[in-house]
């Protein structure tokens, strides 16, 4: 966490900032572990200060703010880092402040508890070399032809190879285990062994499970971490089918019981009846949303 679905919500709500004018990057007093901040935020303050927000924009799982120079500031949220226009869920993890003239909301936050999320200040060609060399393409974007083009010779498991941000950008543990439980493939299956429909099925569960978590504002899990822009939850985490529910009876067949597995060092969930190797393939339209 967060993953594509929360990272578009932290995007869209914090939209109404577009057209502010950046009066100072701050880096707050914090007595935690410092997170990564490039240039350092002296530098940072002075080439951002006084530029306008052109635009926001989201990158895989990273929030990317547009200036009117070129330059853009780019903030990733990895586990559980927050970007907020309302108070915090506590000062003692704040960990960037962004002054602002020109609109409503006086500031942007970016909050991180466990201090591992990352801020950047990027030109235009080092955004450009992100993209190109680092990322794939967008999870909402992308195809069955350019998924199974970049993976059907690949011996991973195809729910570790969906989270290869270089392959397909956004998806993470969560909803990789939601969208391969949507599609009937089990994931242990390896890339190489499935079949035409499958990719078909995995790549339309992909836009299903993606946008279905994007209307309901992402997951807030029980630890009660991720909010919206506002401080508030998700709640697609009621809509969750299979994720962290071990043990529980499956809502799509009524059988299960929901197994845990773990795949390189991350749990799995997945129902057996549900998703066979040789699959028990239902239509799409029998998601529950």
Known sequence: MPELPEVETMRRGILPIVGATISSVQRPPCHCRPISIKPRIDHLDRRASGRTI?????????????????????????????VLLADPPGIEHLRLRIELTGVTHRELLFWDRRGLGTVRLLSTDELKTLVTERLGPDALQISADQLRGALR????????????????????????????????????????????????????????????????????????????ALNDPGNYQSQHQVYDRADQTCYRCDRGPITRIVQAQRSTFYCPTCQQKRGLHESLADYRS
């Open 54 to 82: 052109a635009d926001i924009d989201r990158l895989g799982k990273r929030v990317v703010i547009h200036l009117d120079d070129g330059q853009a500031i780019v903030i990733e949220p990895r586990m559980s880092g927050l």
């Open 153 to 228: 010779a690949s011996r991973r498991a195809i729910k570790v190879a969906l989270l290869d941000q270089s392959v397909v950008a956004g998806i993470g543990n969560l909803y990789a285990a939601e969208i391969l439980h949507l599609a009937g493939v089990d994931p242990r299956t390896r890339c190489d062994q499935l079949s035409g429909p499958q990719w078909q099925r995995i790549q339309a569960a992909i836009g299903q499970i993606l946008e279905t978590a994007i209307r309901h504002e992402g997951s807030t899990l029980s630890d009660g971490t991720y909010r919206n």
